[in-house]
């Protein structure tokens, strides 16, 4: 009889130890999620400004087009579209900042494409954001006139 009161005392422990473990577990998990969201974003921003910097870069041989590069805008919207449509944001690139710089059209000038991004934590937005306020991200990428 007394062996069967200590097992009962035991199941009873293991639940109460399961009952203060679980809301930590689970923030962990949460956290897991939500920080390799925020690196995929990264990666994508990174993936965006490379495109756009291989998208300045290139030489225009139709000799219809004035400009023999594409314009600011032109990359400036293809940064755009590439970060619609791959961050895991439910679509919201409107925080989305992008500077290009050139130092000229000349073969072998660079040019810099920078992408500035805020992202807000997706899970737990308000938890997160309260301690945190989200984290900026970026990308720059640089590369040579053609």
Do not use: W
Not at 17 to 24: G, H, K, S, Y
Not at 26 to 46: H, N, Q, W
Not at 95 to 116: F, K
């Amino acid at each position: 009889m007394y062996f069967s009161f200590i097992k009962f005392r035991q199941k009873g422990a293991v639940a109460i130890e399961f009952a203060f473990l679980l809301p930590i577990l689970l923030v962990l998990l949460v956290g897991i999620i939500e920080f390799s969201i925020m690196f995929y974003d990264k990666a994508m921003l990174t993936n965006a400004c490379r495109e756009g910097a291989r998208l300045g870069i290139v030489y225009n041989f139709d000799p219809t087009v004035t400009d023999i590069h594409p314009t600011d805008g032109e990359i400036t919207a293809t940064v755009q579209a590439y970060c619609q449509n791959h961050l895991i944001s439910f679509g919201n690139s409107s925080q989305l900042q992008t500077q290009i710089t050139r130092t000229g059209d000349e073969h072998g000038d660079p040019l810099t494409v920078t992408v500035a991004y805020h992202y807000e934590f997706l899970v737990l937005p308000n938890f997160i954001t309260a301690l945190a306020g989200g984290l900026d991200l970026g990308a720059e990428s640089v590369m040579r006139m053609e």
